[in-house]
């Protein structure tokens, strides 16, 4: 399935978002949105219908056999940071309750943790990341959570959880970690043309692995000829169990 992790577009207008009905037209896969600060609800129901809303929210759950995902939503309406309030947590909570034993995949488009790219990170006294941990430290079944938002690839620990953030379709974020003084502008690139990128999320036996990609095609140094037969045997031969 293919998960868009909020930023559908830049100004939340219908048209916009007619736009990206046509881009996804042609996928014969089930499509899941999370909306972001740019989002806005009401065009989003209009142009995509079938997107599940509670409670006035676009938060929603992907019932799998043996696992689930859960799409959480974050849009505070006119602001860039994120929100969860106590609807929702309450929401998440329930739904949680309902299957304890599937394990959890959940997706939102605010990271609720800090990365270190600091005109970019939330707010420590910010509640809404709080009010979410409080939910996911009472419910073992979710295994992850995936994010948008801060257009870098990165990975970290939340709550004993892994959090992975995907890299942006759109112009990505500078890695820069140094702190920033808002009232003294120092020259230091906050966007850059970086390619386009996106994340794979394989859920194993074992767990979810995240592969961060690059929409541009790579020059490629070998590959899989009569050469490296041997190798890729070797590499790949089931190996006795102790």
Same mark, same amino acid.
């Given at each position: 399935?293919?998960?868009? +992790?909020?930023?559908?577009? =830049?100004? &939340?207008?219908?048209? +916009?978002?007619? $736009?990206?009905? *046509? ?26 219908? #079938?997107?599940?809303?509670? #409670? ?14 859960? @799409?959480? %939503? ?10 969860? /309030? ?13 299957? =304890? *034993? ?10 609720? +943790? /800090?990365? &270190?790219? %600091?005109?970019? *990170? ?11 941990? !409080? @939910? ?5 079944? @979710? ?16 709550? &004993?959880? $892994?959090?992975?953030?995907?890299? +942006? ?24 043309? =970086? ?20 929409? *541009? ?14 190798? $890729? ?5 089931? !190996?006795?169990?102790?």
């Amino acid at each position: 399935m293919l998960v868009v +992790s909020g930023d559908m577009t =830049e100004d &939340g207008a219908e048209p +916009s978002y007619r $736009i990206l009905h *046509d881009i996804l037209a042609p996928l014969d896969i089930p499509t899941l949105f999370a909306v972001g600060n740019h989002d806005r609800r009401a065009a989003l129901r209009t142009v995509f219908p #079938d997107v599940p809303f509670n #409670d006035g929210f676009a938060q929603y759950a992907v019932e799998l056999p043996d696992r689930r995902v859960i @799409v959480l %939503d974050t849009l505070e309406e006119g602001q860039d940071g994120g929100a969860f /309030c106590a609807r929702r947590a309450e929401w998440l909570r329930t739904t949680l309750e309902a299957r =304890e *034993d599937a394990d959890t995949l959940i997706v939102l488009h605010h990271p609720p +943790s /800090c990365t &270190g790219i %600091d005109w970019m *990170d939330i707010h420590p006294e910010d509640g809404w990341t709080e009010r979410l941990a !409080r @939910v996911i430290r009472d419910h073992r079944q @979710v295994v992850a959570l995936i994010a948008g938002h801060v257009h870098r690839p990165v990975a970290m620990a939340w709550q &004993g959880r $892994i959090l992975t953030i995907t890299t +942006s379709t759109a112009p990505q974020v500078a890695l820069d970690l140094r702190p920033i003084d808002p009232a003294h502008p120092d020259g230091r690139a906050l966007i850059v043309d =970086e390619p386009p990128g996106l994340a794979l999320h394989r859920w194993t036996a074992t767990g979810i692995a995240t592969h961060f990609d690059v929409v *541009d095609k790579p020059d490629t140094i070998v590959r899989f000829d009569h050469r490296h037969r041997a190798m $890729i045997e070797e590499l790949t031969r089931t !190996r006795p169990s102790d």
